[in-house]
């Protein structure tokens, strides 16, 4: 297993579409436990193929704490088939380091999706893992969640974000 690198906004991985999936091969399974050990490495709720510059719709998503036992879940060509209500969350994503944004999503979603192994599943969940579930199928869409925001506030949040860069690169955290 190795850790991949997780590109950062506006990197074009991100806002371009993932292509589906057609093989649940071994290559398939050796990249799905690269993208849980990436996203482990990094802390993250949540990690979408896109984020590794890697254009095929996958993502892992676990939103156990980090003294909790493990709740990975891997998903591969998922889609949101049902939604409803609405709720505001504020949200993080590894591509956009040390923003936060409140974001306005359905409040409960059922997904359907492949396991590693190409059997079709269903998945329903509401609070953090629905928002990890909709933020995740965003960006194998190409969709970021600065994108969910009000014109306004996409504007504001990307100058802020543009500040945190230019600080990280300066400090050397970023190339
Ligand atoms: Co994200």
Not at 58 to 69: C, F, Q, R
Request: overall charge negative; aromatic content about 6%; proline content about 4%.
């Amino acid at each position: 297993m190795s850790v991949l690198h997780i590109v950062k906004y506006p990197h074009e991985a991100l806002t371009t579409p993932a292509a589906p999936v057609e093989r649940f091969d071994d290559e398939l399974h050796a990249f799905l436990d690269d993208m849980a050990e990436t996203m482990y490495a990094a802390n993250g709720v949540g990690l979408a193929a896109n984020q590794v510059a890697e254009l095929r719709r996958v993502t892992v998503i676990d939103i156990a704490a980090s003294d909790e036992p493990s709740k990975l879940v891997e998903l591969i060509n998922p889609e949101v088939v049902e939604r409803s209500g609405k709720l505001v969350w504020e949200e993080g994503c590894l591509s956009f380091p040390e923003l936060y944004e409140k974001i306005e999503r359905a409040a409960r979603v059922k997904v359907r999706y492949q396991d590693r192994n190409g059997d079709e599943q269903h998945i329903e969940s509401d609070g953090l893992l629905g928002v990890a579930l909709q933020h995740e199928i965003d960006h194998l869409d190409g969709i970021v969640f600065t994108e969910r925001l009000k014109p306004f506030q996409k504007k504001l949040a990307l100058k802020r974000y543009d500040k945190i860069m230019a600080r990280r690169r300066a400090d050397g955290v970023e190339d």
